[in-house]
């Protein structure tokens, strides 16, 4: 290890192999400046098992623990738990897991390591596809998204897995986005001073797998939560609280159309009126849903 | 003064259950399957006693359980797991992880068949399944060698700069179930045997990346260390065989095991339970004449080859038990066994048997030897 890794505040380095425009390096550097340089990182496979490098090097300043795609959940309980019977204290376990490894073939591991309450954090980022593979769709992808496996437009519509992992009643639970970083950030920090299992769901745009130019990510995951398509909350011991915009988000006339954030993605762009329509309707029910739990 | 030594009477789930105990493992994740449950549940009533302080993590899969017990390895904790047939088969790409990765750990395997259709009872073909996965594997004959394997396994597997997992296999049922009397090591005597683990890959002032892409040039270097481990260990378990063999002042081997091959004329290899009923088949057919002999394999891989061939090397014939077949080309002990006496003049015949728990008697392994002096044995034959 060169003197150059050895830095005061764990950070992700730049000079990695992230696609122009892709989030994740962002994501993952605001992860580790906030959780410390006492962090184990779980990774199953998905993009940041290419953007964490090869043997020759990586940009990680954390330990990194390559997962199988079922198993980082897994592998995460057993990291705590060795840490914590071989006496080690103040240390996280952090899974930075893909749509794909969190909702589809993962599924049952997280489940699993929710419902014993773990003590690690799950954070999913979610590019809605199975993008290191070549944009194959995932559980996660919305209804009507092109994929190379959906070319006529995914039918089915995302599977709700922040409201799925809400009902496993774990200590914490969160969405994000990367448009609204400091939203992220702040529920980093809330999910590092919880004990037990924790998940935050990231909404992680994809420039290729999208299909918009890469200068627009920003402003695709901030148009993501203005539309209400993707809500900021979260769930702290069963008490649900909308965060940042989308507090005002429950008045219908302060969210976009939903228009605004399909149009500037050429994976939508073979939506007809009418689904967009559909989505809209979707994306207002949806609220009325919200509603009800925030009242709770 | 040394203390004395328990006997106790024990089934083969609750002595692997106690030597497990002895090892002292901080992380243990286990998913019941039958026959390995009683098992989980010995252990889980160790820990509850507060005999055994450990997490025991109750996993929602085998995948899982390998990989829990792989991430509490790397994090430098001594681990556990035990499974058998589907679940060794739902947990083989962990298994695989495992051995890719070098992470030394110990799983035991109660082997049972494997369906469709279903069958709970026993034969090899769970373990054998995992001859490539860069495991050490070891079978164990009877409750005794059992409890033996297990401590050997955690010494050889944490064994300086060896690197490797091992698998300890034991018949399902034929031994999980089947009380025998063993002669238990004394605690402190077990904590002698077995130091405090030293393998930890997490140390956040000197971060590693575990599993890391390996280009073309890179991951072959790894498989040919691994190739090295595998040839190295064979040394290694004759060295902790040896240690062993002091300690409890028996002779426990490691790789192979000999009974009677010495002047013998016809040698019969076999592994696990059933060797015990060679080796009546073996005195029963020295009263009638036939210098017969058990040639027992203890550690299926590393093969043990070299010594295969030594003992083979004279023999007039040569009849492998194989409770696992190749469907396509032969049993797996057999092939295993043809392939290390490659060259030699030596007739090598196979006698499939005992699967999906068939009782195979003594008896019936005379008739082979006797039909294999008499010239009329099939190369082939299976008891149907």
């Keep these: 290890m060169t003197e150059a890794l050895r830095l005061d505040n764990a950070r992700f380095l730049r000079g990695n192999a992230a696609c122009p425009g892709c989030p994740i390096p962002k994501e993952l550097d605001t992860l580790l400046s906030v959780m410390g340089k006492r962090t184990v990182l779980v990774v199953p496979a998905s993009c940041t098992s290419v953007i964490l490098g090869d043997t020759r090097g990586t940009p990680s300043t954390v330990p990194v623990i390559h997962s199988a795609m079922a198993a980082s959940a897994a592998i995460a309980s057993g990291v705590e738990r060795a840490l914590r019977a071989r006496g080690e204290k103040d240390f996280n376990v952090v899974v930075w897991a893909g749509d794909g490894a969190t909702g589809d073939i993962g599924f049952a591991t997280l489940s699993g390591a929710a419902e014993r309450n773990e003590n690690i954090l799950y954070v999913c980022y979610d590019n809605e596809a199975f993008m290191n593979t070549g944009i194959q769709r995932s559980s996660l992808t919305p209804y009507g998204a092109w994929t190379t496996t959906t070319p006529e437009g995914k039918r089915e519509f995302k599977k709700p897995l922040p409201l799925v992992m809400m009902q496993h009643r774990i200590p914490y639970v969160a969405t994000a986005s990367i448009g609204y970083i400091f939203d992220y950030e702040q529920k980093l920090r809330k999910a590092k001073g919880i004990k037990g299992f924790r998940y935050i769901h990231l909404l992680s745009p994809c420039p290729p797998g999208w299909r918009y130019d890469s200068s627009l990510t920003v402003e695709v995951a901030k148009l993501a939560v203005d539309t209400g398509i993707w809500p900021l909350f979260e769930v702290e011991n069963g008490e649900f609280r909308l965060t940042s915009v989308s507090k005002t988000h429950l008045d219908k006339s302060r969210r976009k159309p939903v228009e605004a954030y399909l149009k500037l993605q050429g994976r939508f762009k073979n939506l007809t009126q009418e689904q967009v329509q559909e989505i809209q309707r979707m994306v207002d029910e949806m609220w009325e849903e919200i509603k009800a739990l925030v009242k709770k | ?384």
Aim: with cysteine; glycine share 6%.
């Design chain 2, 1 to 384: 003064m040394q203390k004395a030594r328990k006997v106790l009477a024990l089934v083969g789930n609750h002595a692997v259950a106690y030597a497990v105990k002895q090892a002292k493992p901080q992380v243990l994740a286990v998913f019941p399957i039958t026959p390995q449950t009683t098992m989980l549940e010995k252990l889980a009533e160790y820990i509850a006693e507060g005999e055994l302080k450990a997490e025991l993590v109750k996993i929602e899969s085998e995948h899982s359980a390998m990989a829990t017990i792989f991430g509490a390895a790397v994090a430098g904790a001594r681990v556990f797991t035990a499974t058998s047939s589907q679940g060794l088969l739902y947990m083989t790409e962990m298994i695989y992880w495992v051995g890719g990765a070098r992470v030394p750990l110990v799983a035991a395997v109660a082997t049972r068949a494997i369906a469709a259709p279903w069958s709970i009872l026993d034969d090899h073909h769970d373990f054998v399944s995992k001859r490539d996965a860069i495991w050490i594997q070891m079978m164990a004959e009877d409750v005794q060698d059992a409890y033996d394997l297990t401590l050997m396994a955690f010494r050889i597997s944490e064994y300086p700069n060896l690197l490797l997992p091992v698998m300890m296999g034991f018949d399902g049922f034929i031994l999980t179930h089947t009380m025998e009397r063993l002669e238990v090591l004394n605690d402190e005597e077990v904590d002698e045997f077995l130091p405090p683990r030293k393998f930890n890959l997490i140390d956040f002032e000197d971060p590693v990346s575990i599993g890391q892409v390996a280009d073309s040039s890179e991951y072959i270097k790894y498989r040919y260390y691994a190739m090295k481990a595998m040839e190295n260990a064979k040394s290694v378990i004759e060295e902790v065989s040896k240690e062993y063999s002091k300690l409890v002042g028996r002779n426990v081997p490691g790789l192979v095991e000999d009974f009677m091959c010495d002047d013998a004329d016809y040698a019969i290899v076999a592994m696990g339970a059933w060797s015990g009923d060679v080796r009546e088949a073996v005195r029963r057919l020295r009263g009638e004449g036939i210098k017969a002999c058990l040639l027992k394999v203890k550690t299926f891989r590393p093969f043990p080859k070299e010594l295969i061939r030594k003992y083979l090397s004279e023999k007039k014939a040569v009849l492998v038990m194989d409770r696992a077949y190749s469907y396509g080309l032969g049993g797996v002990l057999a092939s295993e066994v043809k392939s290390a006496m490659y060259g030699l003049q030596v007739p090598v015949y196979n006698f499939v048997a005992g699967l999906g728990g068939q009782d195979v008697r003594p008896s019936v392994i005379v008739d082979m030897v006797k039909k294999l002096h008499e010239g009329t044995l099939q190369e082939e034959v299976w008891l149907v």
